[in-house]
Nanobody, 112 residues
Framework: QVQLVESGGGLVQAGGSLTLSCAAS????????MNWYRQAPGKERELVAS????????RYADSVRGRFTISRDNAKRTVFLQMNGLKPEDTAVYLC?????WGQGTQVTVSS
């Protein structure tokens, strides 16, 4: 089945950490750059982080740079988003995308 499946979201206190995972199946994962977006209620979808197909280059939104880290394991067909120093404004549904696909998203809620 061709799909992306996110996991790892949850409820965390401000200052805490979470690691999101996105497992890919059904397409040549290592041929594609991957991205994490987030969608908060009433706000536009925001590109959070991107990684090239070999993991050699990454980019981050200004709002998360220095706190979030994107990485990938091509052997496991998985992309990760390590989130540290979480803030209430990081609360959103986090979605991964790549290869023309979108996952269903995973909810991250940060309490103050």
């Amino acid at each position: 089945q061709v799909q992306l499946v996110e996991s790892g979201g949850g409820l965390v206190q401000a200052g805490g950490s979470l690691t999101l995972s996105c497992a890919a199946s059904g397409f040549a994962f290592s041929n594609y750059g991957m991205n994490w977006y987030r969608q908060a209620p009433g706000k536009e979808r925001e590109l959070v982080a991107s990684i090239t197909r070999n993991g050699g280059s990454t980019r981050y939104a200004d709002s998360v740079r220095g706190r979030f880290t994107i990485s990938r394991d091509n052997a496991k067909r998985t992309v990760f988003l390590q989130m540290n120093g979480l803030k209430p404004e990081d609360t959103a549904v986090y979605l991964c995308t790549g290869g023309g696909l979108w996952g269903q998203g995973t909810q991250v809620t940060v309490s103050s």
